[in-house]
């Protein structure tokens, strides 16, 4: 009866009596049961044929176990590759082989599933946390090939826990939380940073905050590099923050470049910036091109700060900024006390200020510079009063340098009163000639009829088209009609004159027209 075998059976195994067992279980085909005495009488290689005929998740594990104690690794890994497809039982078959030391075999099990049909995420991912304990040189190469079939967040946690940065930034790139990958670099520095691998994961991050963390980070760690990474942030920072965080670390020179390739886009901080730069290399010539091409900064402030500097030229731009903000009075003064006088003739002119020009040529006279004094009166020649220019040159017995001027001054007088008079007089003859004009009122009518037989015009002058007075006063006997003709019988002829209106006779007809006049 096999139910009676199957329970005897049962009884043996449990009375230890396995070889018994073995027989009975043998008979009826019991694989499971098999294997498990099987083990018990330490005959591994049998348990292990035992359990594949069974084919039970449970006997493999069993005979596994037995297969670890009894340091049978390689029929342990026979029952491993059979246990570990099945992603439910991989943790407690990991926890058996590291509770008692055997990594080396585990992860030779691990590496061997890799290359099963049914390999999942799990053996991939419990891999990689066993070469973060274990092996750490491998891990790196197994995250490169396996990253897309790994748990990350598992892993980033297994290397967390290492201290294993550089594997910990890799992770974070590939799942796309590039802000964390940043700051493991920045803070771990020493073991993960690579300047190419940083500049492309920071142009990615998502918190903005991180762009001047890692702008300071550079410039204390890796000072030459600042420029190369500002530039691949450039569309991307606040160039005024940025200044503003170089200027409190006192670093301005280290991002001169960068200043430079940004300065067109005109922002103060930056103009002032590089100017402060300019100033302390005293490279004037850039200063002067950096404020003629850039003017959004504080003029003033910057004029005050070099009009005492060392440097000759430095003062010259401090005068030139002065008068390039209508300051006329302190860059001729300025250019004066460093006996810049062609800067001081030239600010004068363009000042068009009598009172500058007036002290600038009292000046040269107090000084005896006489030709700047001449300079001065050619240069400043429409701003100078004549009366201060001759005064100051007889006074001091200069008039051969103002002669210039005088000639000059008097030949452009006698040519505007020659204008003038030429002005008045096309002006009178202009008035004369219209005057010769006649009238554009006057009216002359030669088609009235012949009295006393000639013709005889007759001429009304009649400035108002209505209401006119005539220019002959009517003949005796003649009265103008209310509708504006007269036809009187004189010695029995007809006479015709046009009166006030537009009435007249047809001499031919003797027939009356009217046109107003009522």
């Known amino acids: 009866?096999?139910?009676?075998?199957?329970?005897?059976?049962?009884?043996?195994?449990?009375?230890?009596?396995?070889?018994?067992?073995?027989l009975l279980f043998s008979n009826i085909s019991n694989y499971a049961r098999l294997a498990s005495t099987l083990v018990k009488l330490g005959e591994y290689q049998a348990a292990v044929d035992a359990a594949r005929k069974a084919n039970s998740t449970r006997t493999w594990k069993e005979v596994n176990l037995a297969c670890v104690e009894a340091k049978e690794f390689r029929l342990a890994q026979l029952c491993g590759l059979?246990?570990?497809?099945?992603?439910?039982?991989?943790?407690?078959?990991?926890?058996?082989?590291?509770?008692?030391?055997?990594?080396?075999?585990?992860?030779?099990?691990?590496?061997?599933?890799?290359?099963?049909?049914?390999?999942?995420?799990?053996?991939?991912?419990?891999?990689?946390?066993?070469?973060?304990?274990?092996?750490?040189?491998?891990?790196?190469?197994?995250i490169k090939l396996f990253?897309?079939?790994?748990?990350?967040?598992?892993?980033?946690?297994?290397?967390?826990?290492?201290?294993?940065?550089?594997?910990?930034?890799?992770?974070?790139?590939?799942?796309?939380?590039?802000?964390?990958?940043a700051l493991t670099i920045?803070?771990?520095?020493?073991?993960?940073?690579?300047?190419?691998?940083?500049?492309?994961?920071?142009?990615?991050?998502?918190?903005?905050?991180?762009?001047?963390?890692?702008?300071?980070?550079?410039?204390?760690?890796?000072?030459?590099?600042?420029?190369?990474?500002?530039?691949?942030?450039?569309?991307?920072?606040?160039?005024?923050?940025?200044?503003?965080?170089?200027?409190?670390?006192?670093?301005?020179?280290?991002?001169?470049?960068?200043?430079?390739?940004?300065?067109?886009?005109n922002i103060a901080q930056v103009n002032e910036a590089l100017n402060e730069l300019y100033i302390e290399e005293e490279d004037y010539h850039a200063l002067r091109t950096s404020i003629d091409a850039h003017t959004n900064f504080d003029q003033i402030s910057l004029a005050q700060k070099i009009e005492k500097h060392d440097l000759l030229e430095l003062r010259r731009v401090a005068a030139y900024l002065y008068k390039r903000n209508?300051?006329?009075?302190?860059?001729?003064?300025?250019?004066?006390?460093?006996?810049?006088?062609?800067?001081?003739?030239?600010?004068?002119?363009?000042?068009?200020?009598?009172?500058v020009v007036d002290q600038l040529l009292r000046f040269f006279v107090e000084v005896g510079n006489h030709i700047a004094f001449s300079s001065t009166l050619y240069s400043c020649y429409d701003w100078v009063k004549p009366d201060v220019a001759l005064e100051l040159s007889w006074r001091n017995k200069i008039v051969d340098f103002a002669m210039p001027y005088l000639v000059q001054y008097i030949h452009d007088v006698n040519a505007r009163i020659t204008d003038l008079e030429s002005f008045h007089k096309a002006k009178e003859d202009k008035k004369a000639k219209d005057d010769d004009k006649p009238d554009a009122f006057k009216v002359t009518i030669e088609d009235a009829a012949p009295i006393y037989g000639g013709d005889i015009p007759i001429t009304y002058q009649n400035p108002n088209a209505f209401g006119g007075q005539l220019a002959l006063p009517a003949p005796p006997g003649m009265m103008p009609y209310p509708t504006g003709y007269v036809a009187p019988q004189m010695g029995g002829m007809l006479q015709t004159q046009t009166m006030q209106g537009y009435g007249y006779m047809d001499p031919t007809h003797t027939q009356q027209y009217g046109f107003g006049g009522f």
Not at 91 to 119: K, P, S, T, W
Not at 196 to 219: G, P
Not at 329 to 354: C, G, M, P, W, Y
Request: glycine content about 4%; some cysteine.
């Open 147 to 181: 990253h897309s079939r790994l748990n990350i967040p598992k892993v980033i946690r297994a290397c967390q826990a290492n201290q294993q940065w550089p594997e910990l930034t890799f992770l974070y790139i590939h799942y796309d939380e590039h802000d964390n990958a």
């Open 326 to 355: 209508n300051r006329w009075q302190q860059s001729v003064e300025l250019s004066k006390r460093d006996k810049l006088f062609k800067d001081a003739i030239q600010t004068a002119a363009e000042s068009k200020n009598q009172d």
């Open 1 to 22: 009866n096999c139910a009676n075998i199957q329970s005897v059976g049962d009884k043996c195994f449990d009375e230890g009596l396995y070889e018994a067992a073995k």
């Open 186 to 265: 920045m803070n771990h520095s020493a073991d993960a940073w690579v300047h190419d691998l940083f500049r492309d994961i920071i142009v990615k991050v998502a918190n903005l905050d991180l762009y001047y963390k890692a702008v300071q980070f550079y410039i204390e760690e890796h000072p030459l590099l600042t420029n190369e990474l500002l530039k691949v942030l450039t569309p991307r920072i606040d160039h005024a923050r940025t200044v503003q965080l170089v200027r409190r670390l006192n670093h301005l020179p280290l991002i001169k470049g960068y200043l430079q390739s940004v300065q067109d886009q």
């Open 82 to 142: 059979n246990i570990i497809i099945h992603g439910d039982e991989l943790e407690e078959l990991i926890r058996n082989y590291e509770e008692r030391g055997h990594y080396e075999e585990l992860i030779v099990l691990l590496e061997a599933g890799l290359g099963l049909e049914r390999a999942h995420v799990g053996m991939f991912t419990e891999l990689a946390i066993m070469y973060s304990r274990y092996k750490e040189e491998k891990l790196m190469e197994h």
